[in-house]
Structure formats: structure tokens, C-alpha cells
């Protein structure tokens, strides 16, 4: 198991040498069954994991920010010492819950907003759960406070499948959108399940975004193709911070590790559930 105090002296070390963009969707308690996929982290896990940034060094930016502060051009790294918090879709939750947590510790941070889904039951959680999206007003008091905005497309699809025309229409509308919306540029566009593609990339670049965002694996740090790491709600403190030491997918793709999640993935699911059910 990784101590606090272990992660902080790893982190510090890994601040002087590296700048991180990090993906996270909606901040909330989750449950294997409204949140299958884990995509809400719990609001105490998003404050451990703010403190330790901040108390390994890291500077807090936005995504245009990072990407402005990269040395030279093509996929050469950010600055060293940096971290952007970014949050795909517009769950409901970033300006409920997100917003005055970031207000309260002074940060900034950049949400990506899919046009289409404002006001909306959120997709992607249990119906019965009463989730949802974003209003176009919960938006706009988001830009007020300071958040960045970018773009997520109007409707959620997958970029790589869509053909030039699609590309061009998903991009570049969802902009619009959110310009008028919010009175302010919007510098920024996340490819939808970090997935992209030749048409997705010249759509971004000729809508004229500064920067847009996706996954690691699926990028570089190039400014229209800049990779970030996910993070999910079953993200304790050693897989984020493995996850940020750049240790976390070699560890889970060994051998050794991939027997024991086989043999254990049922267990693991049955105690999730009980959970929800003692929840």
C-alpha cells in the first residue's frame, strides 16, 4: 500500500521532471449499479487528491494554460510542475458540487461540455437515479466563476467513425454553441472517448481551437492531440498516484497482476454490490 506521505515525496519528485492533464467526468458518491463505469469520483477523493497535488508542488492551471506553457512545438512537453483538472461531458454535479469546491481552494480548472445533453438526464448513470446535465444556465454561471469551457462535440460521438461532414458539424457546432452561450472564447475541444481520427483533427484544427484534448495512448503532446490521464472513481490513493508516475498500466498489463484480476473479478464485483446494498 502507498502512505500519504510516500505518494507526496513521489509526486514532489515527479513535479520536477513532468506537467499532467487530467481527466475526471462527474464528482459525486458512485455505486457499481447508478455508475457502472465509475465515471463520478467521490467529493473526499477529489479533495485527498487536490491537497496532494498541491502539497507535492503542483501548479494548478487550465488546459489552455498547460498547452500554452509547452516548450517549443509539435509534441514537446509543458513545463514541468503543472496540472490541469478537466471534466468531460457537463454532469450536473460540476456546478453543484465541482465548482465550489474549486472556489473554495482557489483553483482553476477546464470543463468540456457536450451541447446536445444540456439540461438532460445524464446518459451514462442509472436512469432511476435522477441525473443529469448540465442546464445552459448552470454553464454560464460556470464560465462566470472563472471555469474554462471547452467543447465536447453536440451529441457524444465517436469521432473516429463519423466521416469528414459529421466531424465538421460535431466540431465545430458545439463551439458555436458555447460561444454565444457563455460570451467567451472557447479555446479548447475533448474528443469524445479520446477517440479521433485524420477528418477529427482537421475539423479541430480548422474550427480554429488552440488545443484539443484526449486520452494517453491515444495522443501526445501535440497541442491538437494532447494526451490526459483518466481518472475514475475506483481510483484510491496508490492507483492515482501510480497512475501519475507513469507505473500504473505496465503494473496492471503484467502477467502476475492479470491472473490475480481474473481470479478475483468476481469477488471484486460481489463486494461492490454489497456495498450498494449496505449504501
Known amino acids: 500500500m502507498i502512505g500519504l506521505d510516500v505518494a507526496r515525496r513521489a509526486l514532489a519528485r515527479q513535479r520536477r521532471k513532468r506537467s499532467f492533464a487530467l481527466c475526471y467526468h462527474g464528482v459525486g458518491e458512485t455505486s457499481i449499479r447508478v455508475d457502472p463505469r465509475f465515471?463520478?469520483?467521490?467529493?473526499?477523493?477529489?479533495?485527498?487528491?487536490?491537497?496532494?497535488?498541491?502539497?507535492?508542488?503542483?501548479?494548478?492551471?487550465?488546459?489552455?494554460?498547460?498547452?500554452?506553457?509547452?516548450?517549443?512545438?509539435?509534441?514537446?512537453?509543458?513545463?514541468?510542475?503543472?496540472?490541469?483538472?478537466?471534466f468531460d461531458d457537463g454532469y450536473a454535479d460540476n456546478h453543484d458540487t465541482l465548482l465550489p469546491m474549486l472556489s473554495e481552494y482557489g483553483i482553476p480548472a477546464t470543463i468540456y461540455v457536450t451541447t446536445g445533453l444540456m439540461g438532460r438526464p445524464n446518459p451514462w448513470l442509472a436512469p432511476d437515479s435522477g441525473m443529469r446535465m448540465m442546464t445552459p444556465e448552470e454553464v454560464v454561471a460556470c464560465s462566470q466563476a472563472?471555469?474554462?469551457?471547452?467543447?465536447?462535440?453536440?451529441?457524444?460521438?465517436?469521432?473516429s467513425l463519423v466521416g469528414?461532414?459529421?466531424?465538421?458539424?460535431?466540431?465545430?457546432?458545439?463551439?458555436?454553441?458555447?460561444?454565444e452561450l457563455t460570451g467567451t472564447p472557447v479555446p479548447s475541444f475533448a474528443y469524445p472517448y479520446f477517440h479521433l481520427g485524420p477528418e477529427a483533427v482537421s475539423a479541430v484544427r480548422d474550427a480554429g481551437y488552440a488545443s484539443a484534448v484526449t486520452g494517453v495512448g491515444y495522443g501526445d503532446y501535440s497541442p491538437l492531440t494532447f494526451e490526459r490521464t483518466a481518472i475514475s472513481g475506483k481510483d484510491g490513493l496508490a492507483s492515482f498516484t501510480l497512475k501519475l508516475l507513469g507505473r500504473y498500466d505496465p503494473l496492471l498489463d503484467s502477467a502476475p497482476l492479470r491472473v490475480a484480476r481474473a481470479a478475483t473479478r468476481s469477488l471484486r464485483r460481489r463486494s461492490w454490490e454489497l456495498l450498494d446494498h449496505r449504501g
Open 39 to 86: 465515471l463520478r469520483v467521490s467529493p473526499r477523493r477529489l479533495r485527498t487528491q487536490i491537497e496532494l497535488l498541491r502539497e507535492a508542488g503542483y501548479e494548478f492551471v487550465t488546459l489552455s494554460e498547460l498547452v500554452a506553457s509547452k516548450r517549443g512545438n509539435g509534441s514537446s512537453p509543458p513545463l514541468p510542475g503543472l496540472v490541469a483538472l478537466t
Open 146 to 159: 472563472g471555469l474554462e469551457i471547452g467543447a465536447h462535440t453536440l451529441t457524444h460521438p465517436d469521432l
Open 164 to 179: 469528414p461532414e459529421g466531424c465538421r458539424r460535431e466540431v465545430t457546432g458545439s463551439r458555436e454553441i458555447l460561444r
